[in-house]
């Protein structure tokens, strides 16, 4: 809440507006949890990566078929 408020108070102030955003924006994750989400959608827990799927392991269930796993069981 305390981010809006404080873009609200400098949105005139181009030089601190740029400052401000360059430190307290959110960096680009280069290794983590939250740099693989699911390709369907957008969950970052159990996340199939086996082969470059990028599913989570519900949407792999439902989309398995379709990318020509079978079931032996």
Known sequence: MS??????QIEGKPNKLSRYLR????????????????RRCGKTRGIVRTYGLLYCRQCFREEAERLGFRKYS
């Open 3 to 8: 981010y809006i408020r404080n873009l609200h």
């Open 23 to 38: 430190f307290n924006t959110a960096k680009k994750r280069k290794f983590g949890r939250s740099t693989h989400p699911c």
